[in-house]
């Protein structure tokens, strides 16, 4: 997933509002900030394999990034650094949960390529993938769904909360349209590697939104 995961972030927003929008989203895609870095310095490994689903065509071990322990841990761990730096274990509880959620959202849609724990040989994964039409309707109405529930819960502030908001919705609906229609062919994967760092322009942006927003009364 992608904007899927973004939704959570969305949605997570009200029910922990002491977090700004940007930390949620931080939350919500922590494992793939995790997996760029982990699979250029060789830990994890990725392969473009045309037609191993209908969506993509990666072909990923990531045990350290995306294994059911690992995203426990990862969880935890965000969780714990928040709590320790703003002493507030409400919110800390809330954003430990965004981060699981990754890896649930992922077993929904990816083949079973996501390891249970590091040299564990069994994998999950539904295979939402495996249709196009399938995961688009999902994962847009997920996006859509968190997008109006944060929209619902706050209001602009002033201009910039109104159009700058609009533009993080565009452009990461244009994001994924440009990841669902990309043809990666083998050999490609250091490039797709260093073009996964762009999803951490979306965590400033959104927290620049959120600065120019509050919640409605």
Request: proline letters at 6%; hydrophobic letters at 55%; charged letters at 15%.
């Amino acid at each position: 997933m992608f904007v899927g995961h973004f939704a959570v972030g969305l949605a997570a927003k009200r029910a922990a509002p002491r977090a700004s929008l940007g930390t949620h989203f931080a939350a919500s895609v922590f494992l793939d900030l995790l997996w760029p870095v982990f699979l250029l310095a060789g830990i994890e490994r990725l392969t473009v394999v045309p037609g191993i689903t209908a969506f993509t065509p990666f072909d990923f071990v990531y045990p350290w990034s995306h294994s059911l322990l690992a995203a426990v841990f990862w969880s935890l761990l965000f969780a714990g650094g928040y709590h320790l730096l703003k002493k507030d274990k409400t919110t800390a509880k809330v954003l430990g949960a965004v981060v699981f959620s990754h890896w649930v959202l992922d077993w929904v849609t990816h083949r079973p390529d996501l390891p249970l724990a590091p040299g564990v040989s069994y994998k999950a994964g539904l295979g939402l993938w495996n249709s196009v039409h399938g995961t688009l309707a999902v994962e847009l109405s997920l996006f859509l769904a968190g997008a109006f529930w944060y929209a619902r819960g706050t209001e602009p502030a002033d201009p910039i909360g109104r159009w700058a908001w609009l533009a993080l919705i565009v452009g990461l609906l244009a994001a994924y349209a440009a990841a669902a229609t990309s043809h990666p062919a083998p050999g490609q994967e250091t490039q797709i590697a260093l073009g996964s760092f762009a999803v951490w322009l979306f965590i400033p942006w959104a927290a620049w939104v959120d600065r120019h927003r509050r919640l409605r009364r």
